[in-house]
């Protein structure tokens, strides 16, 4: 695990988990919430739905935590019962350690999850980061993967440099630049206020990974034997939907797509969609 200056303050850091509390008290179900010990960190899961229903494991992504799937839990819980877990070094309620994204860490540390939390098989719903936390134990446990959703996801076509360049510009420019930031990111989506304030606690008092995303190789990919969905938003800023679309309907027999018109980044309240995919 690397040691680095996560939250910018711990001031900061007590915030954004003040915040984070406010959102979960609007959760739209009882829940349960457990600290995972694993070898990457200390992990915090918030647990919802039947327990004997399937398991749905739930990764955001980064500069975010848990909170952002409030507007899909209770659709989920209808038929599965829900982990949504906050990844260590995220401005969430896990650990504020980062392993490093090459290598076997998190894979160890999902696996870890899955061993803790007895669960032999289970179907993955990641977003952007989270994707790609998803594609990366899934294409090491194929067999433990039922069926795999793929919102925006890192790792399958490069960053867009141009993005990386621009956010790293706007950052400098305090509050104005990060709204800007935000905004580009957000694309048209419908996103709540409360959402957008959060985004900004966030960008203020915290220190985002900032290094390039590795990308799968084509025999890494090939394992993905299972079901899988894959939505992107058509305006994306950070990846390149045409290209992870190309890549992923080449190798993977199970594909199923669904490219969101006019959309960007952020994909939010889409549980219907994906519902449809997963029964």
């Known amino acids: 695990m690397k040691n680095q200056q ?23 179900l009882a829940y349960e919430t457990v600290n995972i010990p694993t070898r990457h960190g200390n992990t915090f899961i918030i647990g919802c739905g039947e327990p004997t229903a399937p398991p749905l494991i739930l990764l955001h992504g980064s500069s975010s935590n848990s909170a952002m799937w409030i507007g899909d839990a209770a659709e989920y819980c209808r038929h599965y019962r829900v982990y949504a877990i906050d990844i260590p070094g995220e401005p969430g309620k896990s650990e504020a350690v980062r392993s490093d994204l090459n290598g076997p860490a998190y894979t160890e540390w999902l696996n870890d999850i899955f061993n803790v939390l007895n669960l032999k098989k289970a179907t993955i719903i990641g977003i952007s980061l989270g994707g790609w936390m998803a594609l990366k134990f899934s294409t090491a446990y194929p067999e433990k993967i039922d069926k795999l959703v793929l919102l925006c996801p890192s790792g399958v076509a490069p960053q867009k440099l141009s993005f990386m360049l621009r956010a790293l510009q706007l950052m400098f420019l305090g509050k104005r630049g990060t709204d800007r930031l935000i905004r580009i990111v957000n694309g048209n989506a419908d996103v709540p206020g409360e959402a957008i304030a959060y985004s900004r606690l966030i960008a203020d008092n915290f220190n985002p990974r900032v290094e390039f995303v590795p990308i799968f190789s084509d025999e890494e990919l090939k394992r993905l034997s299972m079901p899988v969905l894959l939505i992107a938003g058509e305006k994306d800023v950070l990846l390149n939907s045409k290209k992870t679309t190309a890549r992923l309907e080449k190798l993977l027999p199970r594909l199923k797509v669904n490219i969101l018109s006019g ?5 939010i309240n889409l549980a219907g969609k994906i519902i449809e995919f997963l029964l």
């Open 6 to 28: 996560v939250f910018k303050s711990s001031e900061g850091k007590n915030s954004i988990l003040a915040f984070y509390d406010t959102i979960l008290e609007k959760w739209p």
């Open 263 to 267: 959309a960007g980044h952020v994909l």
